[in-house]
């Protein structure tokens, strides 16, 4: 409903910008904006292209942003609209880590075992059939080809205060949640935590499967089309996401259970807020109806996206 | 693949065994068995009825079991194939209570916040129509109705050595999983720590959500029918399920990413052992499709279960 | 306080038993019991000689009991007073697992990585000097002596129920705790599940680190005097224990967090009842006062033991 | 060892500098330096004054810095000998909040309950007989006096890269890791991550309990003497501290285990690089020989310090 008023709105009055990033971002923080927008804008982009990408291998590419929204304050909340998120580019890549992994011991999560060794797979993609096939060099299946799935790892707005976090990492500003769900069709709801916003996205995966476990997904270069839009006097705490079919949050934490907490229990506040649900109805109504997807446990906090099926909410 | 081959010899000589069950048992654990049957018998039997199920409240009932397998020994693997989990009855029963609940502080999980109020959900349970209707009282949506789901919280069997578990605890035995995905159409496959399996099931639910957040599901009364088998020379080391799309292992542990990660591991373990995998590409190509959902939160173990579409094994 | 009267009433009308265990239990259960005693009775024993603590090696010995306590019922409380627990052998044995270990993945907390070898130390008792000796093999200092720290890593009752637990566990009932805090001088109380209460002793440690953190401690064969009492009328929830300069709780789950926080608010529950305080006083003065020690991070459920300094209790 | 020869070296050729804070930092990040050092330079100066420790409440004070340190590289290692730590006014506060606590909900372990209340007690100090009094308003014991442990609960070093987190964060950097142990007599090893190490200081504590765990200390202002000093060609990857008695590394992360398991790795790590030992032997060592303390539960990462005791070390 919220999801149909927004696109009622964005057929009128509508802003198109063009934007071909240049300045890759080392950290999600308040900077120097690259591109200011009116809300209601649609940003036909890309990400960046980095070496990471390619056969030769190399430096993984910074997110995009920050893009200041004119007219968002920390008592709105910014409207993120995906209407495209596509691979450009004929390869993705995607490693193993010694030192980053989650069915592995690694840099924080420590373990006197050795480590694990470091493998990198390029993934070849057909980006009209919209496949990706890479070699299992020790595998009795020697190759295999899976349908893509593109979706953007990272949508962020800048921390609260002056602090300034890796786009490794994820949180209540969105960032690194490795979620399959941020692909075509999905909208995201992020807080505000300065006046103006200051987004960013990037880390565009042609395909993740659910916790991302090995590390990465397969990490490609994206052609990026987006809605930016405010919605006034609706400030939030944690990424809000909505599709046709389900309202969902997303909560980053460790351990995993204060992020699956998380994400619930911001869920049950918008079922209240929004939809006139009684707390400890909607708590047992999740409790029948809940759906919900580990997107990472790699990363410095874990994210968890809780699902509402939106058949059970109120007409 | 092999849920083809098996269902191949499930047509040949085959046993039919009826049983109503009359005790009700407190703890997973080696004890004198109610039924003995030989491999490949398609048992006709339904779960205990209890009070808990009636609007009048009462105690939640036992599992039926154990049922001695024929020829099962510590070096097989117990076949469990759900042939069909229906209720039978026009209620179901769902709980809060003020010390169990996974988003809420409960005896396991202790804070010194106040305890929430305890809450009993009645559900009107349409066995044709397979729907069922509660009232939400404090709710602007005073009723909702959800489609049924049918599933076995609880299928297991004798735990190692001399431990005995109650009925709310899973583990590498199977028991309390709240899995969802063990439905009509999945075979789960158990280890086998005794001769003679000693297997357990009960715990209907007409419909459960994902992680169980808030206790428990529409707990009700089910008929069931389970075709029972051995694999001989198979030992496994935790619950594997498959149904036609994936193959699935379900891990039980505290903390949540101990669960998640046992379950992933299990399963790499099964794509090397069955489908020639190297364990380093299994582990990078999980990365890529693993999916997985978390079946219960609340439990003294929480349960995981980590899922491989099999359109990406070898033919 | 509560602990002087105890010693002043065990002055008068005390039993002694000489007991000599020849049976060795595999599990914390209701079972028959190897012998049964009166309240405020001495028990004058030891625990189980194994081969594991032989220069040859071999099995682990199970534990002793269960000890039936006339007149012990579930609304009171078991009182354990360790008067003497000293080695009696002359070897100590402590090991390092491929499967079990804290800094390391092991069988509860897997990961990818390949196991870390096994190794096996074995100690040389002196227990006049009470010091114990061993090589370091690889390392520029080939020998270490540490002065003993006599312990016993298992009190417990049986479990609630018909649950049985192996010797591994620790849990609400006491049992594989694996607190250097159970040593001479200290009292434990623990709850009585079962009317008689199956007192079960064990795992005596010449000395342990505090975490157990590489899976054993020096584990060796001991002399053991007990004095088990009743406290009527008074039931607890958790192991509670008492030295001269604290009181403490004995709190095990996992995650270590969970344990950390049962074990203290069941500290500010006994200051609440026995010591007048009120809840949030407690809990702000536990913010400044608090002492704690995590006793194991290998087993089943990990253990912290929380402490309150005795001079901060009104007089 | 290592300090006994820093205590030599500073003997000779030792800067004094006096320093009056006047800027207040809001996070731990590379800025404009307050003050620049060279090595082996003792500073004598104070924490920041807050309204937060007055009778009539107010604004936390930030920490004191950065202090840029002449010859500092990332090849190398900060030393911080804390020489004098000592309260300066007559009043210390500490709260129980109802969003931040280690035993209760709060905004990062959510939970449905409702949350706690907030309270403010004040205590008063007697900096000459260094006790603290406060009065506990619901308890029997109307109030209560304790002996001062005066110690900072923050010293950090800028942070890798551009990253900046607000002062309430421990993590590789130091910072607030609220550890009793950073007290007089102890020495603090920094890993250093941009040229000139960026030092960081503040957060008084006249006292505080283990853990931390109601969420605050006795919070006050502090008289502060550091000696700041450089280790050439040892870079660290974890803080670590020595006193007289033990040397300790502290390791912050959440989940708890993964601080606990931190800190006794990187402490074999020192085990293994300055004083011989194979690690195998180490982590058996640990076993028998390792103590720790839980310094928070409270902060966006906890922290553990592992304490390996100097007289089990070689010669």
Redesign the interface.
Known sequence: MLLASLLATAALMQDTVRFTPTIQQ??F?VREPVLTVKPNTVLISRTHFGPYYTPEDGAFPGEVGPVFVEGATTNDMLVVEIIKVRPNYKYAA?K?YPDF?????DA??????????G?R?LWQLDTVAMTGTTT??????KQ?T?DLRPMLGRVAVAPR??????GLWPGNYGGNMDAPEVKEGTTVYLPIFHDGAYFYFGDGHA????????????ETSMDVVIRLDVIKGKPIDWPRLEDKDYIMVAGS??????A???A???L?EWLEQD????????????????????AN?VDPN?TVVAKFPKR???R
Chains 1, 2, 3, 4 share one sequence.
């Open positions: 080392p950290t923080a995607a193993l992994g989650g069915l592995a011991a924080r999560v420590r373990m006197l075992n050795d480590p694990n060794p493998r797979y299992l060099p020790n595998s009795r299946m295999v899976v205060g002056g602090e300034a976090f890796t395909r993740q499967g659910q916790g991302e476990v090995a590390g990465t997904g397969l934490a460790r351990p995993l259970i204060d699956f907490r998380l619930h229990i911001e049950i939809y006139g649900f009684d707390k400890w109805d909607a708590y047992a109504l999740l409790g029948q109806v809940a759906e919900s997807s580990v446990i874990y059970f909410l109120p």
